[in-house]
């Protein structure tokens, strides 16, 4: 099983940036892709940004140009830089990790408990 811990979230004005940090932990798997995605108040969760094991990244209409995906496979970890943050922003953003304990067998999508990004403008 793995186990995803998010940090990163909190207040930040128009204009701002801010970065989220997901950690996987536990034993057993290799992590395919990881990403984040973004539940707005009122609305369903969509994905913002997704990164491949190899590092190929996908993105949203909606943060293209604005927010970049990275990780470090060493540490088991994805990172959302958010700059040039907006209100509409504003939500819950839960990163997901997608692993696998051999070839044949993948376990469910894995989810973070969600950190709070709230931008004022």
């Known amino acids: 099983q793995v186990q995803l811990v998010e940090s990163g979230g909190g207040l930040v004005q128009a204009g701002g940036s801010l970065r989220l940090s997901c950690a996987a932990s536990?034993?057993?798997?290799?992590?395919?892709?990881m990403g984040w995605y973004r539940q707005a108040p009122g609305k369903q969760r969509e994905l913002a940004a997704l990164?491949?094991?190899?590092?190929?990244?996908n993105y949203a209409d909606f943060v293209k140009g604005r927010f970049t995906i990275s990780r470090d496979n060493a540490k088991n970890t994805v990172y959302l830089q958010m700059n040039s943050l907006k209100p509409d922003d504003t939500g819950v953003y839960y990163c997901?990790?997608?692993?696998?304990?051999?070839?044949?067998?993948?376990?469910?999508?894995?989810w973070g408990q969600g950190t709070q990004v709230t931008v004022s403008s």
């Open positions: 990164i491949t094991k190899g590092a190929s990244t």
């Open positions: 536990g034993s057993g798997f290799s992590i395919n892709d």
């Open positions: 997901f990790a997608d692993a696998a304990h051999s070839p044949l067998f993948s376990y469910p999508r894995s």
